[in-house]
């Protein structure tokens, strides 16, 4: 989990405001790896396989996003977006640990609820 900050004057009255951004960071994963083509070093950018719910500071996404992961690289460069942009996500509060970042899935979502409503009977 990373949050990246910048001051900026893009907007319509043109003022210095600063933006705050949640960053999600991904480990290297060996099924990342095994999609490299023979001959490459590098994978391409890919998205989520599934929508998913992300979660912070005790915070669920109010909607489901499938972000875009940058590719991984074997000769040990860091690899970056070519295109990249910010999405405005808006967050409801539930009851989870405190600085949390995780991509919940909406089959875990229902795991979720159905295990609350056990608690509550």
Do not use: W
Request: glycine share 4%; hydrophobic share 25%; charged share 30%.
């Amino acid at each position: 989990m990373g949050v990246s900050s910048r001051v900026t004057n893009e907007n319509a009255q043109c003022k210095l405001l600063k933006e705050t951004r949640l960053c999600n960071i991904r480990c290297l994963h060996d099924n990342i790896v095994k999609t490299i083509p023979k001959g490459r070093k590098c994978s391409r950018t890919h998205k989520s396989p599934e929508p998913l719910r992300l979660r912070y500071a005790g915070c669920r996404s109010t909607r489901l996003y499938r972000p875009n992961y940058c590719g991984t690289c074997l000769d040990g460069r860091c690899c970056s977006p070519r295109r990249m942009r910010t999405a405005p996500v808006g967050f409801h509060f539930f009851l989870a640990s405190v600085h949390e970042l995780t991509e919940v899935t909406p089959s875990e979502l229902k795991n979720e609820s159905l295990n609350r409503l056990k608690k509550k009977n």
